[in-house]
């Protein structure tokens, strides 16, 4: 059986978890899991895939937990210590995407939490990125105002577009055939058919956050509190994104964090401690109706929501050798057209291929992974999460700061 877990980090560090429940034939509800501090620093990213749930911030370290069991398994570092982890991507919940202010992008195998690929290429802070729905490549944007395409077979860049403005929001839509980026300015809408760029915002303030409610809906939120929603299927005369509809006042204060819990349902999180659900309705002839479902209250300042179904035993389709990556329009310079989006490849899921994980290990050898923890340096145990700020620590026998180490042989953790 399924269940939805929001969970929500906060200036502080701590780390909240509600399971809520929503259904069209009865009220919304949610019910407090677990609440403790799980960072030294702000909590800056959020990222679930399946059980897994991960979590990143100021303190450069990103901790692990599996929220079925409400375990805490460890906590990762890079081998140079690596910096702010602004964003958490998962594929599926085998592969883990993050990045952060070092600049470069990491893959991690979560059998084992090796890390297998450091790509660089920003000359910034990367402040999110976005895996395509085949799980073939990857889109970064970052404060050097490049939005790079990453092969995260190779983890080489592929294509790199220079942006007007810098960029801290990328998402591709539900289909994958484009993308959004989102400026201080303005919202750019790419495609992957060789289409102009076209923008559209009506929303007044910078936008920190947005997520599809549906294939066609794209909701944002930002400084100004309100939501917005724009239908993406049905294009103005330039071919933007029109039916534009917003809720003035969302929240009182600036929306941190939006992100999708099914289909025409979203969650924001604000500043001013408060998480709500609400449902997008679709109209064709009128803008989208916002309906606020559930109120959840909290007294921290939020600034990032991440959503967890827990029994999804589900994985993302395998692409085979024939399929085909689609061809991500060249709408740079001359010296970005050269590069080829057609030889992006099945990402690290390549333990069914011996030779390609060969590969993919030769390129990161010098790659390695040090797991610590918060304040013990401990990492052999599991620390059981509950709420009230309640944690019980369970450590293996035996376990010491000394023999703290990741076991690529066995790939666990010993």
Known sequence: VESTVLVAGSYDGALLGFSVEVAQDSSPSSTPLFAFSAHAGCIKAVGAGGDLLVTGGTDHTIAVYNVRKKREYGK???????????????????????????????IWRTSDWECLLRMKGHRGAVLDIAIHPTGRMALSVAADSKL????????????TYTLPQPSSLVRWTPTGNGY???????????????????????????????????????ASGGNDGALHVWDMKQPDEHGAPSNYSSLQGAHPARVKALECVSAGVVASAS???EIKLWRIHRHDERPSAIQLLLTIPTRLRLTALGVSVIGDRSRPQQATKRAKAPTLACNGPAEARSASAGEVGVPALVSQGASADKDV??????????AVTAAKRRVGKARKIGTGGLIERMIRKGATAANASVSHKKGRLK
């Open 271 to 273: 500043t001013n401690g």
């Open 76 to 106: 990762l570092l890079q081998q140079d210590g690596g910096g702010t982890l602004n964003c958490l991507r998962f594929f599926g919940s085998s592969h883990l995407l993050s990045a952060g202010d070092e600049g470069e992008l990491c």
């Open 180 to 218: 959004v980026v989102g400026t201080n300015a303005a919202f750019i809408l790419f495609g992957l058919d060789g289409s102009a760029e076209r923008r559209f915002c009506q929303a007044q303030g910078r936008q920190l956050c947005a997520a599809f409610a549906t294939n066609e809906l794209f």
């Open 361 to 370: 290990r030769k390129s990161s050898s010098q790659s390695t992974v040090k």
């Open 148 to 159: 790079m395409l990453w092969n995260l077979l190779t983890g080489k860049c592929n294509y």
